[in-house]
């Protein structure tokens, strides 16, 4: 095209918004409730409309090029913009994540399709649709690839994070042509680690009065960074470099009875009951959102366990719970019912789920011990004396590491860990119950019978 046919028609108009859109943040907070009493409880919450990449400081470094390794080149025509490229890694812009780029031949990368080609650039932020949005600006301006130039991309992995690399180099201007002195090398970095954005230029002359932008732009336009006299001016630069770095700080304040128990982003304690909380929210940005909300300590279920000849029954029977049945603390393959068969002497017990709110309930432990076992298995150990009041001692030179007590319906009434000298008390009713003793990994049984 005939250089002054293409800016014949052209006029620019400079328009300086002055003023800032500030998206509307939300505060979301979900399962707020523990399932037990005493349960600890970690909320944190999920904020809408406000994120660390919101907006943007900018910063003068000491001159780093990334050198290609194995680069990806791209053919681009005056005026063009590529097909969607991966990046290779989930990149945070202005408060939302992208996984691929468009690159313009005029110096810059959209993180959107279908944006302007428009040649001329102009001042930012700004709601034209002549300009692109979604956008990092190395140097927007007339730039040609037709005439001379390379236009490449790579990304570059690491063990702690990746970055990705657009590379404009050797650009020749469309009104300048392949002058040596006017041509354009460049680069766009793309760090995983923290969603930074770094520009770096080996060499950008002016050429003739022709504006060039450097900054970045969110999706509607209304925010917005530019590079201190860079903002579509006239400008050069040689081996500069510099640093977008997501600044959008949050802050918290977490109150419980009015008072400000903690200021970071995520809150947790232990409840022992209904408890009302207010999160205070807002960040560098203006933003500002509270809630309040009240942690609910669920009730309790009486979970145990009856017997009916050689089944054992779950107390609760319920459609939105999922059972699992052990065995001495191993899982009974397949035994997803409300129900199990007795098969083996020893402890059982079942685990419920409730699927509503996924809260798990343990039942009491059911014994099972066979007459025979107690009168004639060589497991048993003698306490005495016998009948007592409660007060048990073993006759064994090996130390007990722990004791359950259970009654005579399997059901576990109290635990003991390491008694003392092998003796223990125990504060029941009159009746017969069966003691389970742990003596060096192994266990044994005694009938314990208490008249008060």
């Known amino acids: 095209m005939n250089d002054i046919f293409k800016y014949s028609f052209t006029f620019l108009i400079c328009l300086i918004f002055p003023f800032l859109s500030f998206s509307q943040c ?30 943007y400081r900018v910063d003068i470094l000491p001159f780093n090029y990334v050198e290609h390794q194995n680069s990806n080149m791209i053919e681009l025509q005056d005026d063009d913009i590529s097909q969607a490229i991966d990046i290779g890694f989930d990149f945070e812009f202005y408060g ?99 969603y930074s954005i770094n520009t770096n230029i080996i060499n950008k002359s002016s050429c003739l009065t022709v504006p060039s932008l450097q900054g970045v732009i969110n999706e509607d336009g209304s925010r917005a960074v530019a590079l201190e006299g860079r903002n579509s001016t006239i400008w050069s630069s040689n081996f500069h470099s510099s640093k977008y770095t997501p600044s959008n700080n949050s802050y918290f304040n977490w109150l419980v009875d009015d008072i400000v128990v903690y200021q970071q982003d995520s809150f947790s304690l232990n409840f022992y009951s209904n408890q ?13 959102s509270e809630v309040d909300f009240t942690v609910s300590v669920l009730p309790e279920y009486n979970l145990t366990i009856e017997r009916v000849g050689d089944v054992l029954y779950s ?99 109290d635990e003991i860990f390491s008694p003392s000298e092998n003796s223990f008390q125990l504060s029941l009713s009159s009746g017969i119950y069966f003691a389970h003793f742990y003596i060096q990994n192994k266990k044994y049984f005694s009938r314990l019978v208490i008249s008060n």
Not at 403 to 408: A, E, F, P, R, S
Request: proline fraction near 3%; aromatic fraction near 16%; glycine fraction near 6%.
């Open 276 to 288: 009302d909380v207010v999160l205070q929210y807002w960040d560098d940005l203006g933003c500002y």
């Open 96 to 194: 939302n994540k992208f996984t691929q780029i468009y690159i313009g031949s005029n110096g810059w990368i959209s993180f959107v399709p279908n944006q302007s080609i428009n040649y001329l650039s102009a001042p930012i932020p700004s709601l034209e649709l002549s300009v692109p949005k979604n956008a990092i600006f190395a140097a927007w301006e007339d730039w040609n690839p037709d005439i001379g130039g390379t236009i490449s991309y790579e990304l570059f992995e690491d063990e702690d994070s990746s970055y990705f690399v657009v590379s404009f180099e050797n650009l020749s201007h469309y009104l300048c042509g392949s002058n040596f002195e006017t041509q354009g090398s460049f680069q766009i970095v793309l760090s995983q680690a923290d």
């Open 26 to 55: 939300e505060v979301i907070l979900t399962d707020t409730f523990v399932c037990h009493f005493g349960n600890n409880l970690t909320l944190t919450p999920e904020i809408e409309g406000s994120s660390i990449t919101s907006d």
């Open 315 to 413: 107390s609760i029977v319920d459609e939105n719970f999922s059972y699992q049945w052990f065995f001495e603390n191993e899982e009974l393959e397949g035994e997803t019912n409300q129900f199990t068969t007795l098969n083996e002497e020893g402890y059982y017990y079942v685990l419920l789920q409730n699927l509503e709110n996924g809260c798990y309930y343990n039942s009491r432990v059911h014994l099972y011990v066979t007459a025979s076992i107690i009168e004639n298995d060589n497991s048993l150990i003698k306490t005495f004396p016998q009948p007592s009041i409660g007060s048990f001692s073993v006759n064994s030179d090996k130390e007990v590491s722990f004791l359950q007590v259970y009654d005579n319906k399997g059901v576990l009434v």
